[in-house]
């Protein structure tokens, strides 16, 4: 059984760029949550994408929007950055719609803005 | 606002103590109280949780306290080891609410 991967690891963008994240949910999981984890702080709602569909959101812009496909994978796609953006980036995944519990995480990407 | 408070921001403990973090909440629409273990480089990972039903959980060397009057709940960690050092979050959503909202964290570090 593999677990939620997400790539990049690392990436380094500059002020007003566009970045994509991608997440493959773990086997079985057809849920994908995203949330933002800033330096020495907790992990933040950004959404969650059920039957390709977006299934809430959390206080974010409209700038930050996602997908999610067929085979479940997710991608987090963040326009006109901020050096705000700078943080960790999580994916998590759960089975079918069990709400906030049985959340499984990646090890996240972190993205700086220069 | 914070929906979660958690205390310490940072913990130091001798190996084969008890380290005690806590977490506060106002919001009475959660029902759900998951503590989170993180370790550097990688992603929290679930530790153990509770529901305000019970007013204690154990699980090996973690026990969830939770008291619903005060709208507190606490992780300890007994005989803590070395292994343990890691970044702590407590964290609470609502019935049937697809998201979790986080404390901010507290750094544990246990000394042999």
């Known amino acids: 059984e593999t677990g939620v991967t997400q790539s990049p690891t690392h990436l380094i963008k500059t002020r007003g760029q566009q970045v994509t994240l991608r997440c493959s949910s773990q086997?079985?999981?057809?849920?994908v949550s995203w949330y933002q984890q800033a330096l020495g702080q907790g992990p933040q709602f950004i959404f969650q994408?059920?039957?390709?569909?977006?299934?809430g959101r959390g206080n974010f812009p409209p700038r930050f929007s996602g997908l999610q496909f067929p085979n479940y994978s997710s991608e987090l796609n963040v326009n006109a950055l901020e050096l705000d953006d700078s943080a960790l980036y999580l994916c998590?995944?759960?089975?079918?719609?069990?709400?906030?519990?049985?959340?499984?995480f990646g090890a996240g990407s972190r993205l700086t803005v220069l | 606002q914070q929906q979660v408070k958690q205390s310490p921001q940072s913990l130091i403990v001798q190996k084969g103590g008890i380290s005690i973090i806590n977490c506060a909440y106002e919001?009475?629409?959660?029902?759900?109280f998951p503590w989170y273990q993180q370790f550097p480089g990688k992603g929290p990972a679930l530790l153990i949780a509770?529901?305000?039903?019970?007013s204690e959980k154990k699980e090996g060397r973690f026990t969830i306290s939770f008291n619903k009057s005060a709208k507190q709940f606490s992780l300890h960690i007994m005989d803590s080891q070395p292994g343990d050092s890691a970044t702590y979050f407590c964290?609470?959503?609502?019935?049937?609410?697809?998201?979790?909202?986080f404390g901010t964290g507290t750094r544990l570090t246990v000394i042999p």
């Open positions: 998590a995944s759960s089975p079918g719609w069990t709400g906030a519990n049985v959340l499984t």
């Open positions: 086997s079985g999981h057809n849920t």
């Open positions: 994408y059920y039957r390709e569909e977006e299934n």
């Open positions: 919001n009475t629409a959660f029902d759900y």
């Open positions: 509770i529901r305000p039903d019970v």
């Open positions: 964290a609470a959503s609502m019935r049937g609410a697809n998201n979790l909202f």
